[in-house]
């Protein structure tokens, strides 16, 4: 099956930068990519996708790149916001169905 | 709001007992997902439906079960519950089942065995 897992279990951030989050995955067959954010006591909320066929897009205040050579893919949050603080997850796509394969999440911290 | 329902919110139960959780998908939505979610296994996903057929399983246990109905909602049961049962299950529906479709997630229901 597939293995998600991401770089870092916490990231701390001024208001107003920029932040990264990274992941990685083991299946190089692996076709679809997607970042949720999971906020308190919610259930993960979209954020953006991208098919294997890019490597970057881009969707208000973030951008998701995805290295295949690598296997890797990143969240760049711009402008960062207390808002913007909360548990960010990878996930990736099944080969064959639509089920989510999810990395252990990046607890996001905006210092204002 | 994603659109997706779930009940309950809460329910804690004993050791031994079965619990149904109930999922309404986004309106047009004809896919829905299981997942749980616990502190040390993370998100997993236990089952997927398209339109009252079973398309995909994952880590489900063979105590657990689900279905979806006519009407595409959705129900999972869980029965001789254990203590490693508490988490939270998130109930997730997309458009369609291609690999592809976005997937949104409900507000989950938290199970908590005593």
């Known amino acids: 099956g597939e293995s998600v897992g991401l770089h870092l279990p916490t990231l701390s951030v001024q208001e107003g930068d920029n932040s990264i989050i990274n992941c990685a995955y083991s299946?190089?067959?692996?076709?679809?990519f997607i970042w949720y954010k999971q906020e308190s006591g919610k259930g993960p909320q979209f954020i953006i996708d991208i098919r294997s066929n890019m490597d970057k897009r881009q969707g208000q205040r973030v951008t998701v790149l995805l290295n295949k050579t690598v296997k890797h893919l990143s969240l760049q949050i711009a402008a960062t916001q207390p808002g913007d603080s909360a548990v960010y997850f990878c996930?990736?796509?099944?080969?064959?169905?639509?089920?989510?394969?999810f990395g252990t999440g990046t607890r996001l911290t905006v210092i204002p | 709001d994603s659109g997706v329902t779930q009940t309950p919110k809460h329910l804690i139960t004993a050791t031994g007992q079965r619990v149904t959780l109930r999922c309404s998908p986004r309106?047009?939505?004809?896919?829905v997902y299981w997942y749980q979610q616990s502190l040390d296994q993370g998100l997993q996903f236990l089952i997927q439906y398209y339109n009252g057929e079973e398309r995909a399983k994952g880590n489900i246990l063979e105590r657990f079960s689900a279905q979806q109905f006519p009407d595409l909602h959705s129900e999972l049961n869980l029965s001789s519950l254990e203590l490693g049962d508490s988490a939270l299950y998130f109930c997730a529906s997309s458009v369609d089942a291609g690999v592809g479709n976005t997937i949104y997630f409900g507000e989950g229901s938290w199970l908590t065995v005593v």
């Open positions: 996930a990736v796509g099944g080969t064959g169905a639509n089920n989510l394969f």
């Open positions: 299946n190089s067959a692996s076709d679809y």
């Open positions: 309106s047009g939505d004809l896919s």
